[in-house]
T-cell receptor, first 115, second 113 residues
Framework: SQQGEEDPQALSIQEGENATMNCSYK?????LQWYRQNSGRGLVHLIL?????REKHSGRLRVTLDTSKKSSSLLITASRAADTASYFC???????????????FGRGTQLTVWP | KAGVTQTPRYLIKTRGQQVTLSCSPI?????VSWYQQTPGQGLQFLFE???????NKGNFPGRFSGRQFSNSRSEMNVSTLELGDSALYLC????????????FGSGTRLTVV
């Protein structure tokens, strides 16, 4: 089964508003990553947060990680129409048998930002 | 620098045929992973190669295979294609597993008819 689960499945907002997406995962991790995917295209790496970090910023992105609750959130501030995409969290599944080179993805949140 | 290049971008095959997809990683990246993405199953891990060795494999049938060459370029092969193999196939490269994040290619859209 998938390691991560994003919430909500879909999010629709107006330009300028903030968008918050949540991710829950099941096992211990070394790090958690967020990716963006525009329709039918490849994934773009947004940010990586290590298990010993609680918060990380990159431009308009803010990621938090709570390892005690096995959850993470991605905040996009002042959203733009160009932010319209699917957003995925991915973990490396520290406890799993062999984690080399493998990411476990959630089903993603489809974000739509209306002009 | 050049990104991860996947060829071809689109492919239409008939059931029972075989297909080979190619992935050229970012220069210097030695880890290459492959994923299958479908609306029903989401992103599923196929396998990962590092320095020409397969280090990890997902739960796919033996019809799915791959390899990596000395220049880190990778190929994946699917034999005896089934309709359910229709998907977006993504490859990703990294300097070292998981530590720096992965750079994905644009994918190969495979349609089996």
């Amino acid at each position: 089964s998938q390691q991560g689960e994003e919430d909500p499945q879909a999010l629709s907002i107006q330009e300028g508003e903030n968008a918050t997406m949540n991710c829950s995962y099941k096992t211990s991790i070394n790090n958690l990553q967020w990716y963006r995917q525009n329709s039918g295209r490849g994934l773009v790496h947004l940010i990586l947060i290590r298990s010993n970090e609680r918060e990380k910023h990159s431009g308009r992105l803010r990621v938090t990680l709570d390892t005690s609750k096995k959850s993470s959130s991605l905040l996009i501030t002042a959203s733009r129409a160009a932010d319209t995409a699917s957003y995925f969290c991915a973990t490396d599944g520290k406890d799993r048998g062999s984690t080399l080179g493998r990411l476990y993805f959630g089903r993603g949140t489809q974000l739509t930002v209306w002009p | 620098k050049a990104g991860v290049t996947q060829t071809p971008r689109y492919l239409i095959k008939t059931r029972g045929q075989q297909v080979t997809l190619s992935c050229s990683p970012i220069s210097g990246h030695r880890s290459v992973s492959w994923y299958q993405q479908t609306p029903g199953q989401g992103l599923q891990f196929l396998f990962e190669y590092f320095s020409e060795t397969q280090r990890n494999k997902g739960n796919f049938p033996g019809r799915f295979s791959g390899r990596q060459f000395s220049n880190s370029r990778s190929e994946m092969n699917v034999s005896t294609l089934e309709l359910g193999d229709s998907a977006l196939y993504l490859c990703a490269s990294s300097l070292a597993w998981s530590v720096y994040g992965y750079t994905f290619g644009s994918g190969t859209r495979l349609t089996v008819v």
